[in-house]
């Protein structure tokens, strides 16, 4: 079965509603909205709709706490229902993860050879990266300086940002960051802080806040001569953070 998007979300919805603080834990959500913004910016899908999914799936299932809407499932729904909602725990994880990580089946190999130590959960690494980058994806155009800007999407270029913006012969390099919560650590890697440095104002450090409840977002120009600090821990580290 060829799944698109909408597919993928309400997959997600039947997930959440099926394990429900099962699926929390194991992706490594802290509560449902946290899952509802990062699954729904991820997919393209937005949070709303995960939720709606979800409420759709609930009856279905009375171990959880939920009533859900109480009416017949919509046709696509019903055929989601049909083909997945027998999927035990494990595989529907996967299922939802492969949704949600790129190359996801080349790390579930490499893992099982290598077994390494993933101390970061799903919903982290997507709240610092394709959930944030959706969301800028999402917003950009709503932001004055970027008004009627081109989007690039140059983030597997590694070039040292995710998005250049032109308009004419004007643009911006565009690097985004996200937090769960409002407040948090921010880290930029060599090559990211080595280019902020070179195009000064015309780097942007994009931050997308508070993946727990409401995200919301910051813009920091010349961000290496802003109101961030950076320190590097050692010489030996990639990494430049700062707090905000």
Known sequence: MELNNTDKATLAGLYLAKFDKEALTALGFKGMWHAFNVIGYSLGAGPASIKNYRDEFDRLFPDNPRKGWQRPLKTRSQKIYDAFGALGFLPFTDLIKSFLIKNYEQEKSVAEILKPDFTESVAKR????????????????????????????????????????????????????????????????????????????????????????????????????SVLEFTSATRQTMFYTTHI
């Not at 890697?189 to 280019?195: D, G, N, P, Q």
């Not at 780097?203 to 001569?225: G, M």
């Open 126 to 225: 997507l709240a610092t990266g394709l959930a944030a980058e959706s969301y800028f994806k999402e917003k950009y155009s709503d932001i004055a300086e970027f008004h009627e800007y081109t989007l690039t999407d140059v983030s597997a270029c590694a070039c040292g940002f995710d998005f250049k913006l032109a308009l004419r012969t004007d643009f911006y390099c565009v690097e985004v960051k996200g937090l769960g919560t409002n407040t948090g650590a921010i880290s930029m890697t060599a090559k990211e802080f080595e280019v902020a440095g070179k195009m000064q104002n015309r780097y942007c450090l994009f931050i997308v806040r508070n993946f727990l409840k409401t995200p919301s977002h910051s813009l920091f120009f010349n961000p290496r001569n």
